[in-house]
C-alpha cells in the first residue's frame, strides 16, 4: 500500500494533541484532511459542524487549537481523525486529559464505531480502560510483544502484568483478596485475636477450623481490618462531610446523603467499616500496615459460645500460626474525601 492509501484506511491520534495541530483555526484543523481529499466546500461546512458539535467544540470553531485546555486539545485531536471515517483507528492513550464525563462519552463513541465494524486500537496503560472496553491485549515490555491473548487471560499472567510494571484495576485487585473483618487489636503473644462486638457472621475463619483451612490455604492474598480502625475518630462521616458530598447533585448523592443523615440525625455513628474495607485492598496508600500471625478463637470466651462447638477443639494451629497484612491505621480525611469523590463520580 502506499502513504496515501495507509492514510486512507488508518488515523492516528498521539498522546499530546498538539503534536498533531497544523492549522491556526479550531474549524481548519478539523477541515484539513477533508481538503486534502477534495471534498467539496459545503460537504466540509457540513460535517466539520457537526463533529464540532459532537465533541463539544461548536464555540472554539474560530480559535486556535494551542490555546485549549488539554481535554479540549484531546478531543479535538480524536475529532480530526474521525472526520474522514477511517477504518482502523490508532488513538494514544485516548482518555488523556479528560475527566470522568468526557472519558466515558469519547469511549462510548469509540465502543459504537467498533460495533459498525470500525478496527480501534488503544495504546494505554490505564487497565480499567482495558477491562471495560478491550476485546484483545497485547503487551509490549521492552519492545517486545510478550502477551497477546484476551483480557481475562491477561489479568491471571501476574509475570506478564509485572514484567511489563502493569496494575490490575481495583476490582481485578479486591477479587483476588480475603477480607477479614472483626479483629481488634494484638494479643500479648505478638498475635492477631478477634474480639469486639463485630456480628457472628464474620468469625467463622476463627472459630470454624474447615473455613479456616479454605481460606488460609486458597493462596490468595488476606488482608485483615479491625473494629479499632474503622472507628478511629478522623474517619468518622459527619455533618460536614455530608453538606459537601451534597454539593454535587445526582440521583445517587441525592439518596447517599438522605441515607447517611438519617443515621446521624439518629445519634448513630456514621463509620466506613464497609468502604474501607474494599478501601485497604484497592487504595493501600491510605493505609500503614503490619504483618501479625492469626490466634484462632477457639474457646468461645470473645464470642459467648455462639457458633463455637465441642468439635472445633480438634483445630489447632500450633507454632506454626499463618502470618497475614493487617492494616492497623487510617489517614481518616484522605479516605473520607476519596469516599465522597467516588460517590459524587456515580451517575
Avoid at 26 to 31: I, K, L, N, S
Avoid at 67 to 84: C, F
Avoid at 323 to 329: L, N
Wanted: charged residues 25%.
Amino acid at each position: 500500500m502506499t502513504r496515501y492509501e495507509i492514510a486512507k484506511e488508518v488515523g492516528y491520534v498521539f498522546q499530546y494533541p498538539e503534536h498533531q495541530f497544523i492549522e491556526a483555526k479550531v474549524f481548519d484543523e478539523v477541515a484539513f484532511s477533508l481538503k486534502v481529499r477534495k471534498v467539496s466546500l459545503e460537504e466540509i461546512e457540513k460535517r466539520v459542524t457537526n463533529i464540532l458539535k459532537l465533541f463539544s467544540l461548536d464555540k472554539y470553531a474560530s480559535s486556535n487549537p494551542f490555546i485549549l485546555s488539554q481535554g479540549e486539545k484531546r478531543r479535538l485531536s480524536v475529532a480530526t481523525m474521525l472526520i474522514v471515517e477511517p477504518n482502523i483507528l490508532i488513538l494514544d492513550e485516548p482518555t488523556f486529559g479528560q475527566d470522568e464525563q468526557n472519558s466515558r462519552y469519547i469511549m462510548e463513541l469509540l465502543k459504537k464505531l467498533n460495533e459498525k465494524g470500525k478496527t480501534i486500537i488503544m495504546i494505554t496503560h490505564d487497565m480499567n480502560l482495558v477491562a471495560k472496553y478491550a476485546k484483545t491485549v497485547a503487551v509490549m515490555s521492552n519492545g517486545e510483544i510478550i502477551f497477546n491473548g484476551t483480557v481475562e487471560e491477561l489479568f491471571e499472567r501476574d509475570d506478564v502484568m509485572n514484567e511489563a510494571k502493569l496494575f490490575p484495576p481495583p476490582l481485578i485487585r479486591l477479587s483476588r483478596h480475603i477480607m477479614i473483618g472483626g479483629i481488634y487489636g494484638v494479643t500479648p503473644y505478638g498475635y492477631m485475636n478477634a474480639t469486639g462486638l463485630t456480628p457472628v457472621s464474620e468469625w467463622n475463619i476463627y472459630v470454624d477450623p474447615e473455613a479456616a483451612k479454605i481460606v488460609f490455604n486458597s493462596g490468595m492474598n488476606i488482608t485483615a481490618i479491625g473494629i479499632d480502625v474503622t472507628t478511629i475518630p478522623s474517619a468518622e462521616f459527619k455533618r460536614e462531610h455530608v453538606a459537601k458530598l451534597a454539593q454535587v447533585d445526582t440521583n445517587v448523592t441525592r439518596f447517599a446523603t438522605k441515607a447517611i443523615r438519617y443515621i446521624i440525625d439518629r445519634g448513630f455513628p456514621m463509620h466506613l467499616h464497609d468502604p474501607m474495607a474494599i478501601m485497604a485492598t484497592t487504595t493501600s496508600s491510605l493505609f500503614k500496615f503490619t504483618k501479625l500471625k492469626v490466634d484462632v478463637e477457639i474457646k468461645g470466651e470473645l464470642t459467648l459460645g455462639q457458633t463455637v462447638t465441642e468439635h472445633r477443639l480438634r483445630f489447632k494451629w500450633g507454632e506454626d500460626k499463618p502470618e497475614i497484612t493487617v492494616a492497623c491505621d487510617v489517614n481518616g480525611p484522605a479516605l473520607i474525601d476519596l469516599f465522597i469523590k467516588r460517590i459524587q463520580s456515580l451517575k
